[in-house]
């Protein structure tokens, strides 16, 4: 089992990588953000679509608040503005969920429907937030391939290079 210190590691972990990833993308071309590059979703744009679409489903399922968004596969927004603005406040309400959640909920079953089939799944609630961290690591990866194909250094995406989290000595 995780602790709410893994779950708060791992939401600043993602808020550092989304502001890095997205301030990169401010600076490429619409069109190159949006180009198909033959990853599972197409484009960095679609990707990142995705990411948030599924960070507001899983999360949904966490508070009891549903995510009232389009069916899976479908865009949030085609704007990339909006997109970074809806990723930055989604990456506030993990925050939040994390810095509140306890090791009681942890240890305990999260009982909802998919929205691929739309059918009741129950599984233990650590492993329903290991996925929603390791879904966006997952994609960021794919995200940081495609930058590189457009020539563009996402840097280092490793966790101890998350600032404050380890000391560097001479």
Same mark, same amino acid.
């Given at each position: 089992?995780?602790?709410?210190?893994?779950?708060?590691?791992?939401?600043?972990?993602?808020?550092?990588?989304?502001? =890095? !990833?997205?301030?990169?993308?401010?600076?490429? /071309?619409?069109?190159?953000?949006? @180009?198909?590059? &033959? $990853?599972? #979703? %197409?484009?960095?744009? =679609? !990707?990142?679509?995705?990411?948030?679409?599924? /960070?507001?489903?899983?999360?949904? @399922?966490?508070? &009891? $608040?549903? #995510? %009232?968004?389009?069916?899976?596969?479908?865009?949030?927004?085609?704007?990339? /503005?909006?997109?970074?603005?809806? @990723?930055?406040?989604?990456?506030?309400?993990?925050?939040?969920?994390?810095?509140?959640?306890?090791?009681?909920?942890? /240890?305990?079953?999260?009982?909802? @429907?998919?929205?691929?089939?739309?059918?009741?799944?129950?599984?233990?609630?650590?492993?329903?937030?290991?996925?929603?961290?390791?879904?966006?690591?997952?994609?960021?990866?794919?995200?940081?391939?495609?930058?590189?194909?457009?020539?563009?250094?996402?840097?280092?995406?490793?966790?101890?290079?998350?600032?404050?989290?380890?000391?560097?000595?001479?």
């Amino acid at each position: 089992m995780i602790t709410p210190a893994y779950c708060q590691l791992l939401a600043r972990y993602s808020r550092w990588m989304n502001e =890095r !990833t997205f301030a990169l993308l401010g600076r490429m /071309d619409d069109a190159e953000r949006k @180009r198909d590059r &033959g $990853a599972f #979703f %197409g484009s960095i744009h =679609r !990707t990142l679509n995705h990411v948030l679409w599924a /960070d507001g489903t899983w999360l949904g @399922r966490f508070t &009891g $608040a549903p #995510f %009232g968004v389009p069916a899976y596969g479908a865009d949030l927004t085609s704007a990339f /503005d909006d997109l970074a603005a809806r @990723r930055e406040a989604m990456d506030r309400r993990i925050a939040e969920w994390a810095g509140q959640v306890d090791a009681a909920w942890l /240890d305990g079953p999260l009982d909802y @429907r998919a929205s691929s089939d739309g059918r009741r799944r129950i599984l233990p609630a650590w492993i329903a937030a290991v996925h929603l961290f390791q879904h966006a690591t997952h994609h960021r990866a794919q995200v940081g391939t495609m930058m590189k194909q457009a020539g563009v250094d996402p840097g280092t995406t490793d966790l101890p290079f998350l600032p404050d989290v380890v000391r560097v000595v001479p």
